[in-house]
C-alpha cells in the first residue's frame, strides 16, 4: 500500500484515496514494464502498456473535476501548470505508442525511459503539493460531490471505487427525501416554435449526436449536454467554472480571442478540426446573441464526422439488416 495513502488514512471511496490507489497501480504498471522483456514477450507489454495509458482517466478527472473545486476555494495553479504536464505525457505517450505499435523495440527502450520519469515526477508532485493542499482547501460537501461527478469519467481501477459518504441503510419511516414525482405532470414551455417538456428538451439533447456547452456572457460554464458517448468528457464539476480552465493551457489563448471578438461583435463562428484518439473531430464555436444583438455567450459544439467524411454520392433507399 502506499505510505502516504496510510499516513492520511482517508475512508473507501474519498476521491483522494482513489487516486492513491491509482498511484499504486501506475507504480506496479511501470515496475512491470520496465522489467519486461519486450522482444520476448511483447504481448505482455503491450497489454502493460495499453493498462498505463488508462491513466488518462485519471487526467480527466483531475481537469475536470478535482481542478474546478480547488478554483471555487481560489486555487487556480493545478488548472494553470498541471494541466500542462499532463500535456506533456499525452505527447510522450502519443510518441512511444508509435513505436510500440511499429514493433520498433529498440525505439521503446529508448523512449519508455522519458515517459515513466515524467509520470513519477508529477505523482511525486501529486502526492507533496497537490493532494495535501486539496485535503487542506476543499471542504467536505467537495468531496462528495466530487466522487458523484467521477462516475461520468471513470477510473484506472478494475473495481469501481466505493460510493462516498458510505450509503447508510435508512428504513422507510425514517426517509424523509424530497423526490421527483414520476407521475407529476410538468408543464410545457413554449419556444420558438412549439412546445416542449423540461424532459423533452432534456431527451433532445442527450439524443443529439454533439457534445454542446454553454458559456454564458460572463465566461463561465453554465451548461453541457449529457450524451451517450461524449468526445471530451465532461462532469459537474465544469458548471460555473471559467471557460478559460475548461481547456488545456496551450490553447486558452486562442480561446479568450475566441471570446473577445464575439464580445466585440467582430466575429461570430470559428472552426477547427483535430484528430482525436483515430477521429476525425470538428469543433464549432458560435457567439450568442439576444433579439438586441446583445453578447450572451458562446456555444462551443463537437461532432465525431470520421464518418461523415467518407459519405459520396447518394443513399436513398433504407438498409437495415
Known amino acids: 500500500m502506499n505510505t502516504y495513502e496510510?499516513?492520511?488514512?482517508?475512508?473507501?471511496?474519498?476521491?483522494?484515496?482513489?487516486?492513491?490507489?491509482?498511484?499504486?497501480?501506475?507504480?506496479?504498471?511501470?515496475?512491470?514494464?520496465?522489467?519486461?522483456?519486450?522482444?520476448?514477450d511483447y504481448q505482455v507489454f503491450y497489454n502493460l502498456f495499453n493498462k498505463l495509458q488508462t491513466i488518462e482517466r485519471r487526467f480527466e478527472r483531475k481537469e475536470n473535476q478535482l481542478f474546478p473545486f480547488l478554483e471555487k476555494r481560489g486555487w487556480n495553479g493545478p488548472s494553470q501548470n498541471m494541466w500542462s504536464f499532463h500535456d506533456t505525457i499525452r505527447s510522450i505517450f502519443k510518441f512511444v505508442r508509435e513505436k510500440v505499435e511499429a514493433r520498433d523495440i529498440r525505439g521503446v527502450y529508448e523512449n519508455f525511459h522519458h515517459l515513466s520519469n515524467n509520470i513519477r515526477r508529477l505523482m511525486l508532485v501529486e502526492e507533496t503539493v497537490?493532494?495535501?493542499?486539496?485535503?487542506?482547501?476543499?471542504?467536505?460537501?467537495?468531496?462528495?460531490?466530487?466522487?458523484?461527478?467521477?462516475?461520468?469519467?471513470?477510473?484506472?481501477?478494475s473495481e469501481k471505487p466505493a460510493a462516498y459518504p458510505e450509503q447508510a441503510y435508512v428504513h422507510p419511516s425514517e426517509d424523509f427525501t424530497q423526490r421527483d414525482l414520476s407521475f407529476a405532470k410538468a408543464e410545457s414551455q413554449?419556444?420558438?416554435?412549439?412546445?416542449?417538456?423540461?424532459?423533452q428538451v432534456n431527451l433532445l439533447l442527450r439524443t443529439m449526436?454533439?457534445?454542446?456547452?454553454?458559456?454564458?456572457?460572463?465566461?463561465?460554464?453554465?451548461?453541457?449536454?449529457?450524451?451517450?458517448?461524449?468526445?471530451?468528457?465532461?462532469?459537474?464539476?465544469?458548471?460555473?467554472?471559467?471557460?478559460?480552465?475548461c481547456h488545456p493551457p496551450k490553447s486558452v489563448d486562442t480561446v479568450l480571442r475566441i471570446l473577445e471578438?464575439?464580445?466585440?461583435?467582430?466575429?461570430?463562428?470559428?472552426?477547427?478540426?483535430?484528430?482525436?484518439k483515430g477521429r476525425l473531430i470538428y469543433i464549432r464555436?458560435?457567439?450568442?446573441?439576444?433579439?438586441?444583438?446583445?453578447?450572451?455567450?458562446?456555444?462551443?459544439?463537437?461532432?465525431?464526422?470520421?464518418?461523415?467524411?467518407?459519405?459520396?454520392?447518394?443513399?436513398?433507399?433504407?438498409?437495415?439488416?
Open 261 to 276: 471578438e464575439f464580445r466585440k461583435g467582430t466575429q461570430n463562428e470559428a472552426s477547427f478540426w483535430i484528430n482525436f
Open 209 to 245: 449526436p454533439l457534445d454542446i456547452t454553454y458559456v454564458d456572457e460572463n465566461d463561465k460554464v453554465i451548461f453541457y449536454n449529457r450524451g451517450e458517448e461524449r468526445t471530451f468528457p465532461r462532469s459537474a464539476g465544469i458548471i460555473g467554472r471559467e471557460v478559460r480552465f
Open 6 to 40: 496510510q499516513e492520511i488514512d482517508l475512508p473507501k471511496g474519498h476521491p483522494i484515496h482513489t487516486y492513491l490507489k491509482e498511484t499504486a497501480l501506475i507504480h506496479q504498471l511501470i515496475e512491470e514494464l520496465e522489467q519486461c522483456d519486450i522482444e520476448n
Open 130 to 157: 497537490l493532494f495535501p493542499n486539496s485535503l487542506k482547501i476543499l471542504k467536505e460537501e467537495d468531496w462528495q460531490q466530487m466522487r458523484k461527478g467521477e462516475e461520468e469519467i471513470g477510473w484506472m481501477l
Open 285 to 321: 464555436y458560435f457567439a450568442v446573441r439576444d433579439a438586441d444583438k446583445n453578447y450572451r455567450g458562446v456555444i462551443e459544439m463537437s461532432q465525431d464526422i470520421t464518418d461523415i467524411k467518407h459519405i459520396d454520392g447518394e443513399k436513398r433507399l433504407l438498409e437495415w439488416k
Open 190 to 199: 413554449h419556444y420558438d416554435e412549439g412546445y416542449m417538456t423540461v424532459e
